[in-house]
C-alpha cells in the first residue's frame, strides 16, 4: 500500500478529524480531496458557500466518510469560532486544524491602498490566530493534536510590489514559532521569562 501524507497523518493521529479553512478552491481543497481520500473526518470552512456545497458533495460522492460544510468567513471571529467548536463537538474531538485561507495583494509599497493592507492583514494573520485561538483548547483537552498554518516563501523571501502579502505570510511564520515553543518546549524551558506584573 502507498503512503501518502494523509495516510501518514492518520498514523499519528489516528481520530482522523480535520477543520480546514479556505477549503473550497487551491491548496485548501488539494489537502481536502488528499485527506478525504485517507478516510479523514473533515469540516470544511469557506465564504463561497456555492462552491463549498459543491466539494462537500463532491467528497461525499467520491466516498469520505463524513463531510461537514459551514460557509462563513475567517475574519468573523465568533462565527468562525463556533463552527470549529461545533465540529469538535459533532465528531467527539479534532485531531488536525488547518489554517488555509489567504488572500493576496500586489502593487508598490506606496500605492497599496491601507484598506488594501487591513484586508490582507485580518484575513492572513488574524484568520490563523482566530483559527489557533479556537484549536488550541479542545487540543489541551485531548493532550493531543496538530495545527498546521500555510504561509508562503513570500515570508522570508520577500519579493518586489507584494509588502502586504509579504508582511502577512511573515507575521504567521512567526506565530507559528511561537506557538511550537510556547506549547512544543517542556515548561522548565519558558522558566526563565520575566513574570508579568499584576
Not at 485548501?28 to 478516510?39: D, F, I, K, S
Not at 475567517?74 to 488547518?98: K, S
Amino acid at each position: 500500500m502507498n503512503s501518502t501524507p494523509g495516510t501518514q497523518l492518520a498514523a499519528a493521529l489516528p481520530g482522523r478529524r480535520a477543520f480546514l479553512t479556505g477549503a473550497a478552491s487551491g491548496l485548501g481543497l488539494a489537502l481536502a480531496n488528499e485527506l478525504a481520500r485517507a478516510g479523514w473526518t473533515l469540516g470544511l470552512l469557506d465564504r463561497d458557500a456555492v462552491r463549498l456545497a459543491g466539494v462537500a458533495a463532491t467528497l461525499r460522492a467520491a466516498g469520505a466518510p463524513d463531510v461537514h460544510a459551514f460557509p462563513g468567513d475567517v475574519t468573523d471571529e465568533a462565527a468562525f469560532t463556533a463552527v470549529v467548536a461545533e465540529f469538535a463537538m459533532r465528531t467527539g474531538g479534532l485531531d488536525l486544524m488547518v489554517n488555509d485561507a489567504g488572500v493576496a495583494v500586489a502593487g508598490r509599497f506606496e500605492s497599496t491602498p491601507l484598506a488594501d493592507w487591513r484586508w490582507a492583514l485580518d484575513v492572513n494573520v488574524l484568520g490563523v490566530v482566530v483559527g489557533c485561538r479556537a484549536a488550541v483548547p479542545i487540543l489541551r483537552r485531548q493532550g493531543t493534536g496538530l495545527i498546521l498554518n500555510v504561509a508562503s516563501a513570500a515570508g522570508f523571501a520577500s519579493g518586489p510590489q507584494m509588502s502586504a502579502y509579504n508582511a502577512s505570510k511573515a507575521a504567521v511564520i512567526s506565530i507559528t514559532e511561537t506557538l511550537v515553543q510556547e506549547f512544543l518546549f517542556p515548561r522548565w524551558f519558558l522558566g526563565w521569562l520575566p513574570k508579568q506584573r499584576a
